[in-house]
């Protein structure tokens, strides 16, 4: 053959001899075995009988005999076969895979056999363009005619509808696929599962793989499924996209209990990410479950319209399962590193609610590809702040239902603080509290605060006077105190690592000049001990020291010798300070911070329970307290005042009140206290008192917490009040004048509730148990209450304030009702009453009250 003519070139031709001498046999040596040279049929379809794959073989005989091979194909019959035998001029065709593609030929992979062929573009009935590699294709085999080697001829690319049926078949499981002990699927490479189905009255076999079947389960002998017929990637057919229709027995599903109301919870899911409702009664034996179990069930669909609805899956009957029998995900040993490219932000409730895993670390896979993973809150190695960049260590978890890659074991690198230069200060652990604690800085002097989520050694037990080192912050999430600043990301140090002074020279000599007090003066910019005069070369200097740096008080004039340290914060680390009293009053309490009133109430100071001497829990809104006042130089500050330290609670009547002129007024709120609105300058609340059309001003009045009768009623701008005025012009004694509602009780939850009364969306009425008036008065669902509505000008909410329980039951009648209402206690009810033998009760001496000590006798009626 003229491989010019034929349009090859000449190192094609060359590459195409190559070929065919390693896949091709010798048609000499065929001739001399007196072969014919026309092939017989080698188990191929035609389209004309491919309506949804092939046209189905005239007995399932047949087909058993090449299940080994994992396809079909090469299953006719052998009439089919005798035919084309006996008719050698028939046209054969076959089927394969478009293996390899050149300048202007290519090859195909047979799938009835083991053969490559080569075929020439001109021999493509199509577009050749539009064949690319892996496509299947149907052709002719016929013979070189110079070689007489076998190549492809009249190749034209099959049908889509041949390779995937368009159309869903049902058939039914005869061959399962194998497990190992722990009733794990074996990989699709050790096993392979057959479904029968039925097609023209013939009965075909499909083989299938694990990842053939949708929804993770596990398919049995004698299950109905539906399946789409497809060709694999030998062009071999088999069933795809298989699903469960009617199993032979029921299915056991396994989950979690994730979460539970009243009388019914949900499951989590272990076959598919998807939770399914339960109720109660579906536990066998009486079985109290309780979220975070292990469950085996069965899956129904509801057909009544009970709950759930009808149509709706439920889980029913519910067996636990020993704990850690239900595993979701699986995770790697490997240890990765990577970089933080979106962090987690903890202050925002809707992130979470939005997407559990929103935050992004990106590494570097085993093929030097850049890969993204997410992870959420529990997948650090604690609850510390982690940044934009930081590099981190983690561990990847697959869940074995959907295949998602997550990080998880997510620990911080030294290398982030070197790399990213952060500024990382040093200090000790000063105390500890619950949960929280305070360092004492070598840069700063007044101490931090930190949480104990922020240390990045979990397993390490937090101790007063560790060595740390951390980075500094504006403490996120207050609103009244955003200027506060704390430490995160606490790392520990070796011991001897910190150092809050630097030696500066030693074996100084001096003359006392000053004594040293017993207590340091705080002054108004230091703290003032006694003073030493030395002379440094030619100048005389002065240096402080205090007693506490002394092995005994030295006095006036004595010489001394001394070392000179300079202390890294600018003062004396160890001087305690005593500083002004100020006095005020409790205007605001929070979780664990408040804000005291100035005795000017003109101000608010921010204040620290951890800087109050006494138990927090037994402060009260208008109380009295001393405070000093903390250093210029801490930057901890509320507003435009210092924070106070030292707090302690003074008694009742400490502080000295104007009198009250007698007078009463109507007024109306023009200005609230800054602690109802924080974004106002002033902090003291205004009352106007108006004319009786109230357009004119006749006078303002300045009020505080101390003015207000009930010190938690919160007054909004434009409500009504009557208040008397004091000798110098404030208000005092400031009553709300709301009007007065009634309601019954709906439920109590803890420590608030809700009312019967509807309000903005039509939602109920909200209120504190702190607003019900009488510490001991107990409110249930049901009782009568009297109240007054505010409204948030803020938010736009609504509270019921001033909750008076109104006593329109007797206690009698109240106590009947609650117990007919509660079905869970125990009647006794009398049947029939007891009779004596003439049916006139029991007789007197029966009634008579017995003597201790003395035994009747036994009286008979």
């Given at each position: 053959?003229?491989?010019?003519?034929?349009?090859?070139?000449?190192?094609?031709?060359?590459?195409?001899?190559?070929?065919?001498d390693m896949t091709c046999f010798d048609m000499t040596a065929i001739r001399n075995l007196n072969i014919p040279t026309t092939f017989p049929t080698i188990g191929t379809f035609t389209l004309d009988s491919a309506t949804l794959g092939l046209q189905p073989p005239l007995t399932p005989t047949v087909l058993n005999n090449s299940v080994g091979s994992s396809s079909i194909y090469g299953s006719q019959s052998s009439n089919s076969s005798a035919a084309a035998s006996a008719d050698p001029s028939q046209t054969t065709r076959e089927t394969g895979i478009i293996e390899k593609l050149l300048h202007s030929y290519g090859f195909i992979q047979c799938c009835e056999r083991q053969a490559r062929l080569f075929f020439h573009f001109s021999q493509f009935s199509g577009n050749i363009d539009h064949l690319k590699i892996?496509?299947?294709?149907?052709?002719?085999?016929?013979?070189?005619?110079?070689?007489?080697?076998?190549?492809?001829?009249?190749?034209?690319k099959i049908a889509p509808e041949v390779v995937l049926s368009e159309e869903r078949v049902t058939g039914t499981v005869t061959t399962e696929l194998r497990t190992d002990s722990a009733n794990n699927v074996l990989s699709s490479s050790e096993t392979t599962g057959r479904i029968s189905y039925e097609n023209r009255g013939e009965c075909f076999f499909l083989p299938y793989t694990k990842d053939d079947v949708e929804g993770n389960?596990?398919?049995?002998?004698?299950?109905?499924?539906?399946?789409?017929?497809a060709t694999n990637q030998r062009g071999n057919l088999g069933a795809c996209h298989i699903r469960l229709e009617n199993p032979a027995q029921p299915v056991k599903y396994r989950g979690v209990v994730c979460s539970m109301k009243e009388s019914f919870g949900f499951i989590e899911r272990a076959d598919v990410v998807k939770e399914i409702f339960f109720h109660f009664s579906e536990a066998e034996g009486n079985v109290e479950l309780r979220p975070g179990d292990d469950v085996e069930f069965t899956i129904q669909t509801r057909s009544s319209t009970s709950v759930p609805p009808q149509g709706r899956e439920y889980a029913c009957n519910i067996t636990r399962l020993p704990p850690g029998s239900v595993i979701f995900e699986d995770v790697d040993s490997t240890i990765y590193k990577g970089q933080v490219l979106k962090s987690l932000d903890r202050n925002n409730a809707v992130r979470q609610n939005n997407d559990p895993l929103p935050g992004r670390i990106r590494y570097r896979a085993a093929d030097y590809s850049e890969v993204e993973v997410p992870f959420g809150d529990k997948d650090q190695k604690g609850d510390f702040t982690l940044r934009h960049g930081d590099w981190v260590q983690f561990l990847l978890a697959t869940d074995r239902r959907d295949q998602l890659q997550r990080a998880t074991s997510i620990a911080l690198l030294d290398?982030?603080?070197?790399?990213?230069?952060?500024?990382?200060?040093q200090g000790t652990i000063a105390s500890l509290k619950e949960g929280f604690g305070f360092l004492r800085c070598v840069e700063r002097q007044a101490r931090l605060f930190f949480h104990f989520t922020e240390v990045l050694d979990t397993s390490r037990e937090i101790e007063v006077n560790d060595e740390v080192e951390f980075t500094v912050i504006q403490e996120?999430?207050?609103?009244?105190?955003?200027?506060?600043?704390?430490?995160?990301?606490?790392?520990?140090?070796?011991?001897?690592?910190?150092?809050?002074?630097?030696?500066?020279?030693?074996?100084?000599?001096?003359?006392?000049t000053r004594e040293a007090p017993k207590s340091p003066i705080k002054s108004q910019d230091r703290v003032e001990g006694g003073v030493i005069t030395y002379e440094h070369g030619d100048a005389k200097k002065t240096i402080m020291y205090f007693l506490k740096d002394c092995e005994k008080p030295p006095r006036i004039g004595e010489?001394?010798?001394?070392?000179?340290?300079?202390?890294?914060?600018?003062?004396?680390?160890?001087?305690?300070?005593?500083?002004?009293?100020?006095?005020?009053?409790i205007a605001v309490i929070k979780e664990n911070f408040g804000f005291i009133e100035t005795i000017s109430h003109d101000e608010e100071v921010f204040f620290h329970f951890s800087n109050y001497q006494g138990n927090p829990n037994w402060l009260e809104l208008g109380q009295e307290v001393e405070y000093t006042l903390a250093p210029n130089g801490n930057t901890s500050v509320s507003g435009n005042c210092l924070p106070a330290e030292n707090v302690r609670t003074l008694p009742k009547n400490s502080i000295p009140q104007p009198a009250l002129l007698e007078n009463v007024h109507n007024g109306v709120v023009a200005r609230p206290l800054r602690c109802i609105n924080p974004e106002q300058q002033e902090y003291a609340g205004l009352i106007e008192i108006q004319d009786e059309l109230r357009?004119?001003?006749i006078s303002q009045h300045e009020f505080g917490i101390t003015s207000l009768v009930n010190k938690r009623d919160l007054l909004q701008k434009g409500d009504l009040v009557r208040f008397r005025i004091d000798e110098s012009g404030r208000a005092a004694e400031v009553n709300a004048v709301r009007l007065k509602k009634r309601a019954t009780v709906d439920s109590i939850k803890g420590q608030f509730g809700f009312l019967n009364f509807e309000v903005e969306d039509g939602k109920k009425l909200f209120f504190h148990m702190s607003e019900v008036q009488g510490s001991t008065v107990a409110l249930h669902p049901g009782d009568t209450v009297e109240f007054s509505v505010v409204t948030n000008q803020r938010n736009g909410k609504s509270s019921a304030c001033n909750v008076l329980k109104i006593n329109d039951r007797p206690d009698r009648l109240i106590s009947r009702l609650k117990l007919n209402g509660d079905d869970g206690v125990p009647r006794l009810i009398l049947m029939r009453a007891p009779k004596g033998p003439q049916g006139k009760g029991f007789s007197v001496l029966a009634r008579h009250p017995r003597i201790p000590g003395k035994q009747l006798a036994r009286i008979l009626f």
């Open positions: 053959m003229n491989t010019q003519s034929k349009g090859y070139r000449t190192g094609e031709a060359y590459e195409i001899a190559e070929i065919y892996g496509d299947p294709v149907e052709f002719e085999m016929t013979y070189d005619r110079r070689t007489g080697k076998p190549i492809a001829s009249q190749v034209s389960v596990n398919l049995r002998a004698g299950d109905k499924v539906s399946f789409q017929i290398e982030t603080f070197k790399v990213s230069g952060e500024k990382r200060e996120p999430g207050l609103a009244y105190n955003n200027s506060r600043l704390q430490a995160i990301r606490i790392q520990h140090l070796p011991a001897n690592s910190v150092q809050f002074e630097t030696l500066m020279a030693s074996a100084i000599e001096g003359c006392v010489r001394v010798r001394f070392d000179i340290y300079m202390l890294e914060n600018n003062n004396h680390a160890s001087a305690e300070p005593t500083g002004q009293l100020y006095r005020g009053f357009t004119t001003c």
